[in-house]
């Protein structure tokens, strides 16, 4: 992480240091200043947002940044984040940027960089522009004659319901399911409810009232008792949903009960295997995944390649090692043969796809495995506690005793002094044991 980007982006409280006006002025500039394209065509970038109160504030920022140094700015308005990902490729633009902080409060904003390819920005792209940031702009702006234009494009919602309904085979029809969707307030608000009614499922919305400061609040996939409460008081089929920028999922089954992206990964893995559709026979997940996951991947022939947290660092691994199905716990699910992102809205339907072909119930086909008991608990220290000597005795020997029967986990907060401690095996007791007696040492640490 650089002094700016954070593990997704820049992101902070709104009109508070770094998500300031000026701020993203300057990033507008710096950014457009190394993908402004040298040939002979216009430079473009495409800026999408969530539905916050100041993604007004930041978005004018951005495009009189962007315009400055002479790069044409498309403007969309409210749409997801895989939607910025998918049309900076397919209008060939230099850049995409989306204004959103995902599932945090609406008094957080961030911003968040695609290269031409529809990827996150590289590290080393972050590093340049966070080297422009801190210098000397003034001396780099577009002469009179070379300002870039700034219009906003319509289209952009039904273009991203047909890229999202053109994943699933041709001829699957949601006919006959009741489908509770829960679009948190966010980004999805219009898409995700017309692209399952365009499928043909009996769709009851929710979250879909945003007001500038409600997004996220009592729903989305941080709140889904909401989507639970809902599903059983409809007698729908199923409940899906999204965060805030709808790059994440998380669903409920028939009975209200929560389904988390290890379950969902491991759907759509034994789908796909089946198929013959995965392009090696594996899933990349990080280190937070259950192991009951690993181990059910597993049982099926399939591996399990774990990276640190953040979607940004599974699709590098699924692009560095060739994987097209990889994901979070938290409903990150990136299904790289159609996005190059976290599409919670695909990652639904391609949920929905195998409950159609099973005929079954939801409860039915999204439990695959028996998740380990699994503790995660967090004590306020800084980074260096990890080098104490006691600590990283206990670490050592809480290893050995799990040995193939557990996993240890203990990592420091990217974004506040906290060190994070999560153990999972077999033995719940045995489990929190380790848990509570590694805290304390980290706590005692000097």
């Known amino acids: 992480m650089g002094k700016y980007f954070g593990t997704d982006g820049i992101r902070g409280r709104a009109n508070a240091y770094p998500i300031t006006p000026e701020m993203a002025l300057r990033v507008g500039m710096a950014a457009g200043l190394i993908f402004r394209n040298a040939a002979d065509h216009r430079s473009r970038v495409v800026i999408g947002k969530d539905t916050r109160l100041s993604g007004y504030m930041i978005e004018n920022a951005l495009v009189a940044g962007f315009t400055a140094v002479g790069m044409d700015v498309l403007v969309t308005g409210p749409v997801p984040t895989p939607?910025?990902?998918m049309l900076t490729r397919s209008m060939r633009c230099d850049l995409g940027v989306m204004i959103s902080a995902s599932h945090n409060p609406y008094d957080d904003n961030g911003i968040k960089l695609f290269g031409p390819d529809g990827n996150k920005m590289s590290d080393a792209h972050e590093a340049e522009i966070e080297a422009l940031l801190d210098s000397d702009l003034g001396k780099r702006l577009a002469g009179s004659a070379d300002l870039g234009r700034a219009r906003r494009i319509d289209g952009v919602q039904d273009r991203y319901i047909e890229f999202a309904k053109r994943?699933?085979?041709?001829n699957l029809s949601l006919d006959g399911l009741r489908i509770v969707v829960d679009c948190a307030n966010g980004?999805?608000?219009?898409?995700?409810?017309?692209?399952?009614?365009?499928?043909?499922?009996?769709?009851?919305?929710?979250?879909?009232?945003?007001?500038?400061?409600?997004?996220?609040?009592?729903?989305?996939?941080?709140?889904?008792?909401?989507l639970a409460a809902k599903v059983r008081e409809m007698r729908a089929d199923i409940g899906i949903a999204l965060d805030g920028d709808a790059d994440r999922v998380v669903v409920t089954d028939e009975k209200g009960n929560l389904v988390d992206g290890d379950q969902l990964m491991a759907v759509i893995a034994t789908?796909?295997?089946?198929d013959n559709r995965l392009a090696r026979p594996g899933v990349v997940v990080t280190v937070m995944s259950n192991l009951g996951l690993e181990r059910y991947l597993g049982g099926i022939g399939l591996g399990t390649v774990r990276t640190a947290v953040g979607d940004r660092h599974?699709?590098?691994?699924?692009?560095?090692?060739?994987?097209?199905?990889?994901?979070e716990q938290s409903?990150?699910?990136?299904?790289?043969?159609?996005?190059?992102?976290?599409d919670g809205l695909v990652a639904a339907l391609q949920l929905l796809a195998v409950v159609k072909k099973s005929g079954g119930a939801v409860s039915e086909v999204c439990h695959r495995f028996e998740p380990l008991p699994q503790i995660l608990k967090s004590v306020k220290k800084n980074r260096a506690a990890l080098d104490n000597s006691n600590v990283r005795k206990m670490i050592d020997d809480v290893t050995g005793r799990l040995g193939k029967n557990g996993r240890l986990l203990v990592r420091a907060s990217g974004t506040e002094p906290v060190i994070r401690v999560m153990a999972e095996g077999?033995?719940?007791d045995m489990i929190a044991t380790i848990v509570d007696d590694l805290v304390a040492v980290i706590a005692d640490a000097a």
Do not use: C
């Open 167 to 170: 994943t699933l085979p041709r």
């Open 271 to 274: 789908d796909w295997a089946e």
């Open 331 to 342: 409903g990150h699910i990136i299904l790289s043969d159609y996005a190059t992102t976290g």
């Open 83 to 85: 939607a910025i990902a």
């Open 187 to 226: 980004a999805a608000y219009k898409v995700a409810p017309l692209a399952l009614q365009e499928l043909g499922a009996e769709v009851i919305a929710i979250g879909v009232e945003p007001d500038g400061f409600n997004i996220n609040r009592g729903v989305g996939s941080t709140a889904p008792a909401t």
């Open 314 to 327: 599974v699709s590098e691994a699924m692009r560095s090692e060739g994987y097209n199905l990889g994901g």
């Open 426 to 428: 077999d033995d719940r």
